[in-house]
Structure formats: structure tokens, C-alpha cells
């Protein structure tokens, strides 16, 4: 056995939505774009501090190594970071030559490790 279909059909429900007017804002007889006194009070504060020092990353570590006079071996590089060796000398590659244009130059004594070294643009 089958139940009969209903005979009604379905409504749509129509919402009434009310909306508040918008209230305007409130000048005093000022400018609206003028701040308030308490706002330059705060803008003045923050103008008077300090600036904050740059965020030292690894790759600033790194410049400061290489720009020594004596320059910087692969594990000077790792004991600073923390990185492997071949992500530093990716990051000598591409982050700091392709990228950011330094020029390294590296030097291996006789005997000794080799040395890496950013020259100074001439």
C-alpha cells in the first residue's frame, strides 16, 4: 500500500527584516576628520618612543659572519644557526647572491677550511 500524496502545497516564508536607521555621528560643531585632544595626546606618546631595534634573523646572523675580515667557515654558519650544512650553502646561493645580490667569494688555505667572505662592492 501507498499513502496518498498531500494536496497541499508548500509556502514560501516571507521574512520581515526591520532596520534600525542609522545613527549619525556626533562632531561637537568639529571637523569630523580632526582628532580629539586624548587622540594627539596618544599619537605624541607614540611618536616619542624609542624605535624598536630590526628583528635579527638567522640570514642577518649570517651576513654579520661573512662580513668579517676573517670571514666565516661552513661550521662557524651551523654553530650560529643551528641549520645542516648544505641549507647553508643553498641559503649562500640563492638567499644571499641570487636574491640579494652579494658577492661571496670562498678561499681554502692549504691545510685549513674553507673560508667564506662577502666583498665589499667596488
Same mark, same amino acid.
Given at each position: 500500500?501507498?499513502?496518498?500524496?498531500?494536496? &497541499?502545497?508548500?509556502? @514560501? %516564508? !516571507?521574512?520581515?527584516?526591520?532596520?534600525? /536607521?542609522? #545613527?549619525?555621528? =556626533?562632531?561637537?560643531?568639529?571637523?569630523?576628520?580632526?582628532?580629539?585632544?586624548?587622540? &594627539?595626546?596618544?599619537? @605624541? %606618546? !607614540?611618536?616619542?618612543?624609542?624605535?624598536? /631595534?630590526? #628583528?635579527?634573523? =638567522?640570514?642577518?646572523?649570517?651576513?654579520?659572519?661573512?662580513?668579517?675580515?676573517?670571514?666565516?667557515?661552513?661550521?662557524?654558519? !651551523?654553530?650560529?644557526?643551528?641549520?645542516?650544512?648544505?641549507?647553508?650553502?643553498?641559503?649562500?646561493?640563492?638567499?644571499?647572491?641570487?636574491?640579494?645580490?652579494?658577492?661571496?667569494?670562498?678561499?681554502?688555505?692549504?691545510?685549513?677550511?674553507?673560508?667564506?667572505?662577502?666583498?665589499?662592492?667596488?
Amino acid at each position: 500500500m501507498s499513502k496518498p500524496k498531500s494536496t &497541499k502545497t508548500k509556502k @514560501a %516564508a !516571507v521574512s520581515t527584516v526591520k532596520t534600525k /536607521p542609522v #545613527k549619525s555621528i =556626533k562632531t561637537n560643531g568639529k571637523h569630523p576628520q580632526e582628532p580629539s585632544t586624548a587622540m &594627539k595626546a596618544g599619537l @605624541a %606618546a !607614540v611618536a616619542a618612543m624609542p624605535p624598536t /631595534p630590526p #628583528k635579527e634573523t =638567522k640570514l642577518s646572523l649570517i651576513i654579520k659572519l661573512l662580513s668579517r675580515p676573517e670571514g666565516a667557515t661552513i661550521d662557524d654558519m !651551523v654553530a650560529v644557526t643551528g641549520w645542516q650544512k648544505h641549507t647553508l650553502r643553498a641559503a649562500l646561493s640563492h638567499a644571499l647572491v641570487k636574491k640579494r645580490g652579494y658577492q661571496i667569494v670562498s678561499d681554502k688555505p692549504q691545510g685549513g677550511q674553507r673560508l667564506y667572505k662577502i666583498v665589499e662592492p667596488v
